[in-house]
């Protein structure tokens, strides 16, 4: 192995998975644990936090779990439920994480207001999971 070349991409798998919905979501999953700091992304030996790219994995998955409606069967579903789930939590812990950081290497500051806090909204185009009205990012 050539020491000159540091950014040699791994050989890929001799088998790959067998396509199927749980993958895909396993395929969106991944990265946007990556951004959330809780995996590293492959050749880091630490994660760090990008949320952009954690808000833009779990879009994905809620425009697939919009787009698919009652069309997947209860495995698949479920899934992506847990997935989704699971990720907008983390994401709500790890902004929450990163604001009190902010706040607190700024020194000490004023009462934190309770007032509303649109613009900080976790993952703006994904809908609670009580509130499936409320529309994803609608760009069609």
Do not use: Y
Request: glycine share 4%; hydrophobic share 35%; charged share 25%.
């Amino acid at each position: 192995m050539s020491t000159t070349d540091s950014s040699r991409q791994p050989e890929p798998p001799s088998e790959w998975p067998e396509a199927s919905f749980r993958e895909l979501v396993t395929m969106c999953t991944s990265p946007a644990l990556m951004g959330l700091g809780i995996v590293p992304a492959p050749g880091q030996d630490e994660p760090a936090v990008d949320l952009p790219l954690a808000r833009h994995f779990i879009d994905l998955l809620a425009l697939l779990d919009d787009k698919t409606g009652d069309r997947l069967d209860a495995s698949d579903q479920e899934a992506l439920d847990q997935s989704l789930h699971e990720l907008r939590m983390a994401f709500v812990q790890v902004q929450q994480s990163a604001r009190a950081e902010t706040q607190t290497d700024s020194g000490p500051s004023e009462t934190v207001s309770s007032a509303s806090d649109e613009d900080a909204d976790p993952v703006d185009a994904v809908p609670p999971d009580d509130d499936h009205d409320a529309p994803p990012n609608e760009g069609d």
